[in-house]
C-alpha cells in the first residue's frame, strides 16, 4: 500500500522567507504527484502537477520537484506572503484514472 | 456554472437515518471519486467510478452506496447513519487517460452525525 508522508506537519514563518515543504512515497511506480493548497473549511485547491517522467514543475512563485527513484517531492514557495497561510497536501497516483493517495499535510503560517 | 458541485455543504442527522449527498459535475469526466477527510488520517477513498454504471470500493466503504446513472452525478447515501461518518466529504473527477489526469474537488460536504 502507497504511503505518502509529509514533513514538517506544521510549519510558522515570517513573511518573506523562502520555504521547502517536503513530501516522500513509498511506492516510487506513480503516474502523477500533484500538490493542493487547502484553506480552513475549503476544499482544495490543485496547485502543480508532476508528470512521472517530469522533474519539475513551476507555477508563479511555487516550484514543485520529483524525484520518483528516491520517492521524494518538495514543493519551494519563494517569498511567502500571508495569503499563503493554508495547508498544503501532497498526494500521488498510481496510474491515469486512478484514486490519490494523500499525505496528512503541512499547515503553514506567514506571519506578518 | 462549469465545474464540480456538492450539495449540501453541512448536514445534521441522527444516527440510524438515511443521508445523501449528491456531486455534479460538468466537465464530463470520466472518473469521479469520493473521499472523506478526518482529523489525523487525512483523505481517505471511500468509493470510485470509472464511468457511468461502474463502480469500486475504496479504502473505507463499509456503510456507504453509490451509483452513477448519468457520468455528471455521483451521489454518496449513508444507509444508515452512525457517529463515526461524522467528517468532511469531497468529491472530485478527473478526466482519466490522455488528460494530465488532474483531479478537481468539490467544496466539500461537513456532516455531523448526532
Known amino acids: 500500500k502507497q504511503e505518502v508522508t509529509q514533513i514538517p506537519a506544521a510549519l510558522s514563518v515570517p513573511e518573506g522567507e523562502n520555504l521547502v515543504l517536503n513530501c516522500s512515497f513509498t511506492?516510487?511506480?506513480?503516474?502523477?504527484l500533484q500538490w493542493f493548497r487547502q484553506d480552513p473549511g475549503k476544499g482544495l485547491t490543485s496547485l502543480l502537477l508532476i508528470q512521472s517522467s517530469q522533474r519539475e514543475q513551476t507555477s508563479g512563485r511555487l516550484n514543485a520537484s520529483l524525484d520518483k527513484s528516491s520517492g521524494r517531492s518538495t514543493l519551494y514557495i519563494a517569498a511567502s506572503q500571508p495569503g499563503d497561510s493554508a495547508t498544503y497536501l501532497c498526494a500521488v497516483n498510481l496510474d491515469s484514472g486512478y484514486a490519490l493517495n494523500f499525505g496528512k499535510g503541512t499547515s503553514l503560517l506567514v506571519t506578518p | 456554472d462549469a465545474g464540480i458541485t456538492q450539495s449540501p455543504r453541512y448536514k445534521i442527522t441522527e444516527t440510524g437515518r438515511q443521508v445523501t449527498l449528491m456531486c455534479h459535475q460538468t466537465?464530463?469526466?470520466?472518473?469521479m471519486f469520493w473521499y472523506r477527510q478526518d482529523l489525523g488520517h487525512g483523505l481517505r477513498l471511500i468509493y470510485y467510478s470509472a464511468a457511468a454504471d461502474i463502480t469500486d470500493k475504496g479504502e473505507v466503504p463499509d456503510g456507504y452506496v453509490v451509483s452513477r446513472s448519468k457520468t455528471e452525478n455521483f451521489p454518496l447515501t449513508l444507509e444508515s447513519a452512525t457517529r463515526s461518518q461524522t467528517s468532511v466529504y469531497f468529491c472530485a473527477s478527473t478526466g482519466g487517460m490522455g488528460t494530465k489526469n488532474i483531479q478537481y474537488f468539490g467544496a466539500g460536504t461537513r456532516l455531523s452525525v448526532l
Open positions: 511506492d516510487s511506480a506513480i503516474y502523477n
Open positions: 466537465w464530463s469526466h470520466s472518473y
